[in-house]
């Protein structure tokens, strides 16, 4: 905490750290959508027949539906012919076998990002990386190692050639190809992501970890990430972002589906930094998400934890579909907007199975000119008896021009389920202020414990390492809103 | 022919025929409204705020604006009021089929400064009255709403000027005697400086009737002043029964809205408040369905000023297969620093099929302030009920019990004796009681009243 605070001074007066762009040659294809791009993205990445029928079918889909304008988000209108579908930066044909073959133009990027795919290697274990530049994944480690429990962890491309009877069989299952306008788009169009499958009884021995990075300019980046815990099978996943700093804006759609068979067992954190746009809002991400959990079996359990500080525009509602007797759903969520960020995010918690449960803790920080909306859906069918739902949606309110929303949806179907929410909105209190003021904290300090205090409850979710780096974001987010 | 046809050619038909349609500017509302329907057209579930209700079996009965040919003769509406009249001192304006009928209604003695009528007097007398508040952009309608101000034949008019009070409430009772027509009605209470008044809205029909009623009201509250408004509906079983009721408040002025939704198949109930610098409002409601009952209620509070303070509480009963619908809307605007908002909805769902919507919203854009929301759904709590057990209470009325407590933190939020009287025993009739019934209810009106021990 202490370290956390005295970070922050130095933090604040930063500009994004992480706002450069390298100078990579990369293989991108000219911009526009048709069924001709799908099918050169689809032949680059030399996929098998059904995956190209899969991306035609779900861009027919998308052809023919509308833009979901219901979010309390306000953007200019996006053109998706002014998009370039793939970009993949250029290296050996038949991919780099080791760390030594990857581009060292890309590893420095690594490096200053603070992604030491190299030290992580020589930590022996703690965490395995599987970076994604771009589209193409450039490195797995570690990929042995979990190889001989029969684990699978690799870039999508790869289990579409290595694993393609687990990619039909899973693919879309969750989030079928035609969910929404943007599910959709990445349906047809996804260049790459991550794939994991845990076997039955597994128990996977570390933090399995993806590092996203956005980077050759105007390039949409669609990502798909599709985990699949067999039965009894444990895994804990944590996703990370950043981007350098861009004038125009970018549009990022992924797709994220887990699957929890019997007695299985899914961690998701994600902390996402991308660029979140200028003091007057230009430039920034514009990051659709598209994240579902299907708890398929009896006792399985699927959690959501994340920490949203980037991004000019975050749309995204990570969701659990309790469909086995006895699953359990979570969504753990901070959110941050400032300056002029918007954020919509919540989650979905349907109840389908009997003694389902959920929690749902969200906590929205809006400073400066930032909107910061809660938008939640708990259902519970006929079919759920006795489900159990407990929602708290806390808001923090920095500064006179930002808004704190709150849109929670509650449909219930049968009386034996309890749901209760509960939302509270606020600033931080003049007497909290003067108790850390009188005791010689400065204004700063004082802000910055309050909000970290605030968003405890989920942080104390996140594996260790994140919880360190989120807490840090949160400093960095907070730039020139506080006092 | 669609709604928007049916609905226009309803309104060529009795235009001229309404109150007032020799008045220009009363003319032009109307047609303007009627434009205004005709644009937005019947909500269906695909519009947000209809999302969860239905009126696509209102819309197939096509009922249409005209007098009742099955008017209930003296004698019967003679004992209905008597039934449903709630304490002999209050005013009373009765309102049959949606026209007032001044034989059966009563008015005591009125402060200088306060206009209490109806809306067809008040046009043929002082139309001017009405001018200012009558239709236009000033009040949130949906389409029920646009098409209230067109159709719209009579309704009460309660006026005051500044610092009048009205010392006793004012029931304006809306009786249903026929069936297979539709009624739109439209109330408008202006209360000025420093006036104060308590009006009870009440809606009844006879049982098995199949009519809609399309209600408005408009509430104006001016600085310092004081509205309680209580709604009643009870309408019959198989009624419709859409209502908007929209209130503005000046600086300091006080609002207290109770709406009660005991009756109808369906019934929707939209209702708003714009509160200045330094307001207060209240706004409680109570919903019991069973059957294949629908009910909706829609509230939004716009803290528009500084220093308001607003606190809202729903109850909802759910039984059988019916549905309800919640949804509470608070805005602190910009400039309002210093609100305090609170928002509670509460359901309980008593059987298999029965079932709930709830959406407590909450749209913040000031930084001072303290708003806070809260909903659940459940059923009786199972510790409770092994309480009472234990305490020798049979099933039957340990539910009755809680179910009562439960529905009657409502009640306990209300000022008029009679009102509060008329529903406990309201609410005791639909309990499932056991064994100990005649002591039950006795014990429970006793407690209530004071008299027990």
Not at chain 1, 229 to 253: F, I, K, W
Not at chain 1, 269 to 296: A, H, L, M
Not at chain 2, 272 to 294: K, V
Request: charged content about 25%; hydrophobic content about 40%; some cysteine.
């Amino acid at each position: 905490m202490a370290t956390a605070t005295h970070q922050l001074d130095a933090l604040i007066a930063q500009e994004y750290k992480h706002g450069f762009v390298t100078d990579l040659e990369t293989d991108t294809i000219p911009r526009g959508l048709n069924e001709d791009v799908i099918r050169l993205i689809s032949a680059k990445k030399n996929e098998p027949e059904f995956m190209l029928e899969w991306r035609l079918a779900a861009y027919r889909h998308w052809l023919t539906m509308i833009e979901p304008n219901w979010a309390h988000v306000h953007y200019p209108p996006i053109d998706y012919q002014e998009i370039s579908y793939y970009s993949a930066p250029k290296s050996n044909k038949d991919g780099p076998k080791s760390l030594d073959e990857v581009d060292p133009e890309l590893l420095r990027t690594y490096e200053k990002l603070g992604i030491p795919l190299k030290e992580r290697e020589m930590l022996a274990g703690v965490v395995a990386v599987d970076a994604v530049f771009d589209s193409v994944s450039v490195g797995t480690t570690f990929k042995k190692k979990l190889g001989e429990m029969g684990i699978i962890f690799c870039s999508f491309s790869e289990a579409v050639q290595e694993h393609p009877g687990l990619v039909r069989q899973y693919l879309g299952s969750v989030v079928p190809s035609g969910d929404n306008f943007y599910a959709a788009l990445n349906s047809a169009v996804f260049s790459d992501g991550s794939f994991v499958y845990i076997p039955k009884g597994v128990r996977c021995p570390m933090e399995l970890s993806t590092y996203f990075r956005i980077n050759a300019q105007n390039t949409g980046q669609f990502e798909r990430t599709l985990i699949i815990a067999d039965e009894g099978a444990y895994v804990s996943y944590l996703e990370g972002c950043t981007a350098p700093m861009r004038d125009e804006n970018q549009l990022h759609a992924a797709v994220v589906e887990l699957i929890a068979l019997d007695n299985a067992r899914i961690k998701y954190s994600t902390v996402q930094n991308w660029y979140p746009g200028d003091k007057e809002g230009r430039g920034g991400i514009y990051n659709f998400v598209t994240k579902r959990g299907d708890c398929r079996g009896a006792n399985s359990h699927i959690s959501w934890t994340q920490v949203e500080t980037g991004s000019a525009i975050t749309w995204k509602y990570p969701s659990v579909l309790l469909k086995g007797d006895n699953s359990v759903g979570e969504f753990y969520s901070v959110a941050l907007t400032n300056n002029r960020q918007q954020a919509d995010t919540g989650t979905k918690m349907i109840h389908i199975g009997k003694n389902t449960r959920s929690t749902i803790v969200s906590k929205g920080i809006s400073a400066g000119r930032g909107q910061n909306a809660y938008r939640g859906l708990v259902k519970v069918l006929k079919s759920a008896d006795r489900a159990r739902n407990y929602t708290q949606c806390d808001s923090l309110l920095l500064g006179d021009r930002c808004g704190a929303h709150t849109f929670p949806y509650i449909e219930v179907k049968n009386p034996t389920a309890k749901v209760e929410h509960e939302a509270t909105t606020s600033r931080i209190g003049e007497d909290q202020m003067f108790y850390c003021l009188q005791r010689g904290i400065s204004a700063e300090d004082a802000v910055s414990m309050i909000v970290n205090g605030f968003c405890k409850e989920v942080f104390k979710e996140l594996p260790m390492e994140f919880a360190v780096e989120a807490q840090k974001l949160l400093g960095v987010s907070l730039e020139g809103s506080v006092g | 022919m669609n709604a928007i046809e049916r609905y226009s050619a309803d309104f060529a038909r009795i235009e001229n025929a309404l109150p007032g349609s020799s008045i220009g500017w009363l003319q032009d509302a109307r047609r303007d409204a009627l434009s205004r329907f005709a644009e937005r057209g019947i909500p269906t579930t695909r519009d947000e705020n209809w999302k969860y209700t239905d009126v696509s079996s209102l819309e197939k009965r096509a009922l249409i604006a005209a007098p009742s040919p099955d008017r209930a003769d003296a004698a019967t509406l003679a004992a209905s009021i008597e039934r449903l009249a709630l304490a002999a001192e209050y005013h009373l304006l009765v309102f049959v089929d949606g026209r007032y009928d001044r034989d059966l209604s009563w008015l005591g003695r009125l402060p200088a400064g306060a206009t209490i009528s109806s809306m067809a007097e008040v046009l043929e007398r002082d139309p001017g009255l009405l001018e200012a508040h009558f239709a236009g952009e000033i009040w949130p309608h949906g389409a029920f709403g646009w098409l209230n101000t067109a159709l719209a034949a009579d309704g009460a008019v309660i006026h005051l000027e500044a610092d009048t009070v009205v010392e006793q409430p004012v029931h304006l009772l809306f009786l249903a005697t026929g069936s297979a027509s539709a009624v739109h009605a439209t109330n408008l209470i202006v209360a000025g400086n420093n006036a104060k008044v308590t009006v009870i809205e009440h809606y009844a029909g006879d049982d098995g009737a199949t009519y809609f009623t399309n209600a408005l009201t408009h509430i104006v509250i001016g600085e310092n002043a004081n509205v309680a408004h209580y709604k009643l509906q009870q309408e019959s079983a198989k009624a419709f029964h859409i209502a908007g009721i929209h209130a503005k408040q000046a600086a300091h002025g006080r609002f207290a809205s109770h709406s009660i939704s005991l009756g109808a198949q369906l019934a929707r109930n939209d209702i708003s408040t714009y509160l200045a610098a330094g307001s207060h409002c209240e706004l409680n409601g109570l919903y019991l369905a069973d059957g294949r009952r629908h009910v909706d209620h829609h509230t939004r509070i716009d803290h528009a000023e500084p220093d308001a303070t607003s606190s809202e509480v729903y109850r909802g009963i759910l039984d059988g297969g019916a549905r309800g619908v919640f949804n509470g809307k608070v805005v602190v605007h910009q400039d309002a620093q210093h609100t305090d908002a609170k928002q509670e909805n509460h359901n309980l769902l008593l059987s298999k099929n029965a079932e709930i919507d709830t959406k407590p919203e909450l749209e913040i854009y000031a930084d001072d302030v303290k708003c806070t929301h809260g909903a659940t759904i459940g059923q009786l709590d199972d510790a409770m009920l092994f309480y009472l057990r234990s305490r020798g209470l049979d099933e039957a009325a340990a539910r009755s019990l809680l179910i009562y407590a439960f529905a009657h933190d409502i009640i306990d939020r209300m000022a008029l004796q009679p009102l509060r009287k008329r529903l406990e025993r309201q609410l005791i009739e639909r309990l499932p009681l056991g064994s100990t019934e005649v002591s039950f209810s006795e014990l429970l009106l006793d407690g209530q009243s004071g008299t027990g021990q």
